[in-house]
């Protein structure tokens, strides 16, 4: 018989939720938050005096490349969940590529799921692929548990994970709004990009202008115009991840305002980073959709305070160091190695403002995406009834961040030697210091 969870006492903590930043003490029984409040009495196991540290909600983490089965040495579970809780972080949605096989079936997802429960210190959550070909295979997806449903309207980059597109994702999404099953869409149109990318490489430009050029603002407007199209002619719940434009949120906002089920997911890079940082850093930086330039980012910022961002994900996509080699930047692996210090960045590059930014960013990396997701009604917030889940904050003089504090498996961020301002103290899942946890699984309700 298992030994009860200790009961834990925080005292005299700033508090953040989405409506402020509140002092006060909380107290865990069970796992559970059990009371909020000033100078809460009783005996507890643990007590720790916050002496005016944060309290930060455990930041949900939807959008993950773990990379497991199959290519573990891009990253893996065990390096990857424990980054995230290094972060902050306290459950991650793992993607259904670049794990081989992709989890496009019940079977590849239920491979995926018992690694993850034998190796992930946090709570997770898995995806479904889709793909051309397999919309027979949604239902059972969704029985197994799955998140939601992921596709690509462009090359992957993984051939066993086929792009999407036209009728056949019409159709496929008019299958996962009859399951219920939310899709979520890397948003380019392939048709624009390989003829630009085709272009440059006729004329023998393969450079990091050259690549960013090839991916402009108008294929993430069109696809995601067509998405959306799609969403509201099949009634399908719609995520559209990664969005790196303010023209592409435009777009995604007025379908709100017309009745689309639809949301928007910005990365902590489209608002840390712009395209000056890719030419100066070259291969850590590449992703797809690119940087973009200043003004786009300062804009992205706008949209996040703006209620335009309804999600904050990581896009964590490492690879293995020798994929980010070579003069060819085209060929380069395009994944941004951002799990551990994305978010803790963003509530850096917001410290002198917290009172006004942090309860946005709470709503943004936990409650609405637990919401978004239906996660069990016990996550996403610190509230009395709710899972302890959260992380202790410090703030303290800018300092570098250093490649050797990277705890996933390679050691290269475009991160490194920025300063930051905010360390995580310790991260609680249930209670628990991380460390000590073994994640569960979590399926939509």
């Not at 809460?40 to 643990?46: F, I, P, S, T």
């Not at 946090?122 to 397999?134: I, Q, S």
């Not at 009859?178 to 990318?197: C, G, I, K, P």
């Not at 202790?392 to 301002?421: C, D, Q, T």
């Amino acid at each position: 018989m298992s030994e009860p969870d200790p009961s834990l006492l925080l005292r005299n903590g700033n508090i953040v939720t989405p409506a402020g930043i509140t002092r006060g003490d909380v107290a865990v029984e069970g796992g559970r938050v059990v009371s909020i409040g000033q100078r809460l009495a009783g005996a507890y196991d643990v007590e720790m005096d916050l002496d005016g540290q944060y309290l930060f909600p455990g930041i949900i983490d939807s959008h993950v490349h773990f990379n497991e089965p199959g290519r573990a040495e891009w990253e893996g579970i065990e390096t990857g969940s424990r980054a995230l809780a290094a972060g902050g972080g306290t459950c991650f949605f793992d993607m259904p590529l670049n794990s081989e096989p992709p989890a496009i079936d019940a079977a590849a997802f239920l491979e995926k799921k018992a690694l993850a429960e034998a190796r992930s210190c946090t709570d997770f959550a898995l995806w479904g692929g889709l793909v051309p070909g397999n919309a027979d295979k949604l239902e059972e997806l969704k029985d197994a548990g799955a998140i939601g449903l992921k596709a690509f309207l462009c090359d992957s980059g993984i051939a066993s994970f086929p792009s999407i597109d036209g009728e056949p994702l019409r159709e496929a999404m008019r299958v996962a709004s009859q399951l219920d099953l939310l899709v979520a869409v890397h948003a380019e149109d392939e048709t624009l990009t390989a003829r630009l990318t085709a272009e440059a490489r006729a004329r023998r430009e393969t450079s990091i202008r050259a690549y960013l050029d090839s991916r402009p603002i108008q294929a993430e407007v069109d696809a995601i115009s067509r998405a959306i199209e799609y969403a509201d002619q099949t009634g399908c719940r719609l995520h559209v991840v990664h969005v790196s434009s303010w023209e592409g949120l435009a777009v995604i906002e007025n379908a709100k305002r017309c009745g689309v089920d639809v949301t928007a997911e910005t990365c902590p890079h489209y608002l840390l980073l712009n395209e000056a940082d890719v030419l100066r850093l070259g291969a850590p930086a590449k992703c797809s959709p690119p940087l973009r330039n200043e003004a786009h980012r300062t804009l992205l910022w706008n949209a996040l305070f703006g209620d335009q961002i309804d999600t904050v994900g990581s896009d964590h996509s490492p690879s293995s160091p020798d994929l980010k080699t070579g003069e060819d930047f085209f060929a380069l692996w395009g994944g941004i190695a951002g799990i551990q210090h994305g978010f803790t960045q963003l509530l850096s590059a917001t410290a002198d403002t917290l009172n006004e930014h942090w309860p946005k960013l709470a709503a943004v990396c936990s409650e609405n995406v637990a919401r978004r997701f239906r996660l069990p009604a016990v996550k996403g917030s610190i509230s009395e009834g709710g899972d302890a889940d959260f992380a202790v904050l410090a703030l303290h003089p800018p300092e570098p961040i250093r490649a050797e504090s990277l705890v996933n498996r390679h050691p290269f961020s475009p991160y490194v030697g920025r300063s930051h301002r905010v360390r995580v103290v310790e991260t609680f899942i249930r209670g628990k210091p991380a460390a000590a946890q073994r994640g569960q699984f979590l399926r939509p309700e």
